[in-house]
């Protein structure tokens, strides 16, 4: 971000607050990008001649008499595929000094694909993980995020899902990213022998908060180069996406507009959505698959940003602490992948979509069971069978450490049927019993 | 002359216009940003600043851009040519812009001015004709799409003469006629209208009298829809409103359906892009794509062409409806139309209600339902507009603004619960809270005696007390343990359980159960009475809980059985078989 010898230098800002300043100034466009006092900035709103910027990395030591200057175009991302196996900032700087990437300067935060030219997703990604694959398979093209606690291992499992897509890329974006995380991520991606196939742009909590608002638009910007221009198969990491939202709501506070539910922006579904719509199959056969991380405070998901985030998403993943096996679990009552009706039962085996139903009945059948006996009631014969099934399912197929092929999961989940249950309780269509049932 | 502007201030997708001329509320102007010009409407005139709301990203706009004021309202383009089309909310076509992202001021022609259509005159010189006339038609798709007096003239007029029968643009005068005066008007077959008034042609809108089948059973049976009724699906996110909405789009007896994808996603358009195509009407055997017209503002997309899609949408429905057709209008959701009204009225600083929403959202929703009716035209025909939005209730809780306001203006309620969608009981539609206020209407009462059985609304309501009676037995079995109540409240909680299974639920990707027609609908829903009306003898609370399971499996067995098929009677032939077995009281 250089000055050029033709850019107006503003001298004299009118008012200062803790993360936008207002000045006058002429000629200015919307949503383009400043220097203030050597901070980035960006237009936020133009009245007249006073002119608000947000000041990225926070206001603190400006002064009325800081030097503005205008850079007279949006934040834009050099890109190549030069891109790969390298970190950076939220500004798309690279970190620890390395040479700045050559390529094609591109306005982050660009146009929307036209609905029309979208293609459906019907590609699986396998991860693994039953959870996942057997209660809520993912498919290219879909954007998902984990509901987790804050003390959940969130983080490990998604670079676990990560590793196991088989994407061309994966970029990761970290919005108050710990450096631990962050170097955890590194890490395991090194270990993988992945790095050439990753892109990151990490915000630690170490930078300023505001800085976030810039690191999914310049993810996404990273991806559509790749899935776009080069047809791969993109896989985008967004972590953690409550900071975010919550660095929205900082700026738009400061901009005095008025709150909605939860002290939110009341455009943060337009917000989100912008991000998140960014998920896509193409034509040309590359896709963006988006999975992201919204922290919940204890687990509320009637919250406005998972609120919000669940209506925009193609369903969500709980990550659920479950005491009887000790395990954290995929939850599977609160878990939806929408996409999955595309795949299961058609790119997997037939038996799928109603195993997976029966699987979470039964699991639903055992809850019931619990509670009674939580209550002091006795429990029927079928209620203790109920239960011990719970027990099986929750260790062999909802644990977040389970490896294991689809068919493999299908394969445990009739053992367990036909170890704990009878054909009727487990009312499958007739057709598949005769199939599949385990004598 | 046209009135003009410079942009004296931009608030995100606001912009303040300082205008040389007079300027009128809602009015449409263009803001020059470089060598595009974006849509945008006044929705706020301050002495000579118009606040217009801009249908595009306003980034890179600076005062002193020039801005040209067009005189008119936001129009929606009606002509043949409407069906199968797939529209943004300004009616942009949008298989016609080239290239993968929609650049900014992106303007297609919502009509192909091009072909041909096969003109069929109905009306001839001397005719007394009024803004609405059938004029002549042609033929669009399967439709016999009428060409009408365009709606804005108001007042008589006189034909003077109608084009004979042949091939026409649809720009080509087809008629001419003349008003009192003797002032003589050329009629074409394309006529504009401003989206956000109602369209009022025709001589009166009786209350609804026919029931618009939808293949749900759930709906169907338990909470019908009337043919130019209303109604609204409110539920929390994952439980099933989309799916159910496109279930209804396929299956439900309309001439015509405009669906309206408002702030929602796009891989969700694409399923309809991609599957309607190839799927049949199973009761015309045309393909669905042939009676369909989809306006697609996705929620990435500008948020104030957001509110204008709904409009769009209801506009183009009201001009089907015209033609004495049955329209279908959905709308997947209301709540993210009144979250960008929520937005633009946060920019303009106004005062705001509950929860940050504009004061007169209630009366903006309840004010859009009313565009829905049946109405007879001025040639004594019907035609009618069904509405079915859906509302995403933040957090789940139907006490928020926009249900609440939604629950004023519409008949029916489809509430979904987050508990039966937890527990796989889709459609998660509630029994207990959901409600059609038209099995109270005499009027549809009677024509479901006709067209089902003398004396059908009772039944409904018996069933509905059955699954009442069946919750208050498990909320009791519940407090007391499944010993501590007599085996009676067990029966009674399962033949509620029976209903629920055998009727609510369905499942909307099995080839044959996702669309259930009404006939077998009497049959599965009496038959499931039957077993009701007995009072069986059991041991103990587990056999009774075994009998009801394995009931409730052979019925769910017939209801993925092909209709009359063998499979079918014999599922139903054990059924009956378990039903004599077991012993009666």
């Known amino acids: 971000m250089t000055t050029r010898a033709f850019q107006k230098v503003y001298t004299k800002i009118d008012n200062i607050t803790k993360a936008t300043v207002t000045l006058k100034a002429s000629g200015v466009g919307n949503d383009e990008l400043a220097t203030v006092g050597g901070k980035l900035a960006q237009v936020v709103k133009i009245m007249g001649e006073n002119v608000t910027l947000q000041v990225f990395a926070g206001t603190e030591g400006l002064k009325t008499d800081s030097e503005v200057v205008f850079h007279g175009e949006p934040p834009k991302l050099k890109v190549s595929d030069n891109l790969a196996g390298r970190f950076f900032n939220a500004y798309g700087e690279p970190l620890e000094g390395g040479e700045q990437i050559e390529g094609e300067a591109r306005e982050i935060g660009g146009p929307t694909v036209n609905p029309f030219k979208r293609k459906q997703p019907s590609e699986l990604i396998a991860t693994g993980i039953a959870g996942i694959d057997l209660n809520n398979t993912i498919v290219s093209g879909q954007k998902i995020p984990f509901f987790a606690d804050p003390d959940q291992p969130y983080n490990a499992v998604m670079a676990n899902v990560a590793l196991r897509a088989k994407a061309d890329k994966i970029i990761l974006g970290g919005m108050g990213l710990t450096n631990d995380d962050f170097l955890y991520f590194k890490q395991v991606f090194e270990n993988a022998g992945a790095l050439d196939r990753i892109v990151s742009f990490v915000n630690t909590t170490e930078n300023p908060p505001v800085e976030r608002l810039l690191v999914p638009d310049m993810a996404l910007t990273a991806a559509e180069y790749f899935a776009v221009d080069k047809g791969e198969k993109v896989l985008v990491l967004l972590t953690d996406m409550t900071l975010y939202a919550d660095a929205l709501a900082i700026v738009s506070n400061r901009m005095d507009q008025i709150p909605s539910k939860d002290s939110m922006p009341g455009s943060l579904y337009s917000d989100l959505a912008k991000i998140y719509e960014k998920a896509v199959q193409l034509p040309n056969g590359g896709s963006i698959t988006l999975i992201a991380v919204t922290t919940l405070s204890g687990g509320d998901i009637t919250h406005a940003i998972p609120d919000n985030t669940g209506y925009i998403t193609e369903g969500q993943l709980f990550l659920r602490n479950d005491s009887d096996t000790g395990k954290v679990i995929v939850d599977p009552f609160r878990s939806l992948s929408r996409l999955k009706q595309l795949v299961i039962g058609k790119k997997t085996r037939e038996d799928h979509p109603q195993v997976m139903n029966a699987c979470v009945r039964l699991y639903a059948d055992a809850a019931n069971a619990k509670t009674k006996l939580e209550n002091g009631f006795d429990l029927s014969d079928y209620d203790e069978r109920a239960l011990k099934f719970a027990h099986d399912y929750s260790e062999k197929l909802l644990a977040i450490d389970v490896n294991i092929e689809i068919e493999q999961m299908l394969d445990t989940a009739w053992t367990l049927f036909s170890k704990y249950f009878t054909r009727e309780e487990v009312a499958i269509k007739a057709e598949l019993i005769e199939k599949y049932w385990k004598a | 002359m046209k009135t003009t502007g410079l942009v004296k201030g931009i608030i995100s997708n606001i912009v303040i216009v300082n205008a040389d001329g007079a300027v009128g509320q809602n009015e449409i102007c263009f803001v020059h940003c470089g060598d595009t010009k974006m849509m945008a409407e006044v929705i706020k005139v301050v002495g000579d600043d118009a606040y217009v709301q801009v249908y595009d990203s306003t980034r890179g706009l600076k005062v002193g851009d020039k801005v040209e004021f067009e005189g008119h309202m936001l129009e929606a383009t009606l002509a043949p040519g409407l069906l199968s089309q797939n529209y943004d909310g300004l009616q942009n076509d949008l298989a016609k812009m080239d290239g993968l992202f929609i650049e900014r001021g992106s303007v297609t022609?919502?009509?192909?001015?091009?072909?041909?259509?096969?003109?069929?005159?109905?009306?001839?010189?001397?005719?007394?004709?009024?803004?609405?006339?059938?004029?002549?038609?042609?033929?669009?798709?399967?439709?016999?799409?009428?060409?009408?007096?365009?709606?804005?003239?108001?007042?008589?007029?006189?034909?003077?003469?109608?084009?004979?029968?042949?091939?026409?643009?649809?720009?080509?005068?087809?008629?001419?006629?003349?008003?009192?005066?003797?002032?003589?008007?050329?009629?074409?077959?394309?006529?504009?209208?401003?989206?956000?008034?109602?369209?009022?042609?025709?001589?009166?809108?009786?209350?609804?009298?026919?029931?618009?089948?939808?293949?749900?059973?759930?709906?169907?049976?338990?909470?019908?829809?009337?043919?130019?009724?209303?109604?609204?699906?409110?539920?929390?996110?994952?439980?099933?409103?989309?799916?159910?909405?496109?279930?209804?789009?396929?299956?439900?007896?309309?001439?015509?359906?405009?669906?309206?994808?408002?702030?929602?996603?796009?891989?969700?358009?694409?399923?309809?892009?991609?599957?309607?195509?190839?799927?049949?009407?199973?009761?015309?055997?045309?393909?669905?794509?042939?009676?369909?017209?989809?306006?697609?503002?996705?929620?990435?997309?500008?948020?104030?062409a957001r509110e204008a899609s709904v409009y769009t949408g209801m506009t183009i429905g009201e001009y089907y409806r015209s033609m004495g057709l049955k329209v279908l209008v959905m709308a997947d959701s209301t709540s993210r139309w009144a979250q960008a009204l929520r937005e633009m009225s946060n920019r303009l600083e106004e005062l705001p209600g509950q929860d940050a929403f504009p004061m007169d959202l209630s009366a903006i929703i309840s004010n859009f339902y009313s565009r829905a009716g049946l109405v007879k035209l001025t040639n004594g025909e019907t035609g009618s507009v069904t509405f079915l939005g859906t509302v995403s209730p933040a957090g789940g809780n139907l006490k928020e603004p926009v249900t609440e306001s939604t629950k004023k203006a519409a008949r029916c309620f489809y509430a979904l619960s987050q508990g039966r969608a937890d527990s796989k009981r889709y459609p998660a539609i509630d029994p207990i809270d959901s409600y059609s206020k038209y099995l109270e209407y005499p009027e549809i009462r009677s024509y479901l005696d006709e067209k089902i059985e003398k004396d059908w609304v009772d039944l409904v309501y018996e069933g509905k007390t059955i699954v009442q009676r069946g919750k208050e037995a498990n909320d009791q079995i519940n407090i007391l343990g499944d010993d501590g109540v007599p085996v009676d409240y067990h029966e009674r909680f399962w033949k509620g359980e029976l209903i629920d299974f055998v009727i609510l639920q369905q499942d909307a990707f099995d080839d044959i159960d996702a669309n259930c027609p009404l006939e077998r609908q009497k049959m599965m829903y009496e038959l499931v009475l039957d077993v009701c009306h007995n009072d069986f003898e059991f041991d103990d609370f587990e056999a009774c809980s075994h009998f009801f399971k394995s009931l409730i499996n052979l019925f769910r067995q017939m209801n993925y059985a092909e209709w009359n098929s063998e499979k079918f009677f014999d599922y139903k032939a054990q059924i009956e078989n378990m039903v004599n077995q077991q012993p009666h009281k």
């Open chain 2, 109 to 304: 022609e919502p009509l192909d001015f091009e072909k041909k259509w096969a003109f069929k005159p109905l009306a001839k010189a001397g005719d007394k004709v009024s803004a609405a006339s059938w004029l002549g038609e042609v033929q669009e798709q399967w439709v016999a799409h009428k060409i009408m007096v365009p709606f804005i003239m108001t007042g008589n007029y006189t034909v003077k003469s109608v084009a004979e029968a042949g091939e026409y643009k649809v720009t080509d005068t087809i008629a001419v006629v003349a008003d009192v005066d003797g002032n003589e008007y050329n009629i074409t077959m394309v006529q504009k209208w401003p989206v956000k008034q109602a369209v009022r042609c025709y001589t009166e809108k009786p209350r609804p009298s026919r029931v618009m089948e939808t293949g749900v059973r759930a709906i169907d049976t338990f909470n019908p829809l009337a043919e130019g009724g209303t109604g609204f699906i409110p539920g929390p996110f994952g439980a099933g409103k989309t799916v159910l909405q496109h279930a209804i789009s396929k299956q439900a007896d309309a001439d015509v359906i405009i669906i309206v994808a408002c702030g929602e996603r796009a891989n969700e358009v694409v399923e309809i892009f991609a599957e309607f195509p190839e799927l049949t009407d199973p009761r015309t055997g045309h393909k669905l794509m042939e009676r369909t017209i989809i306006i697609c503002n996705t929620s990435n997309m500008p948020v104030a």
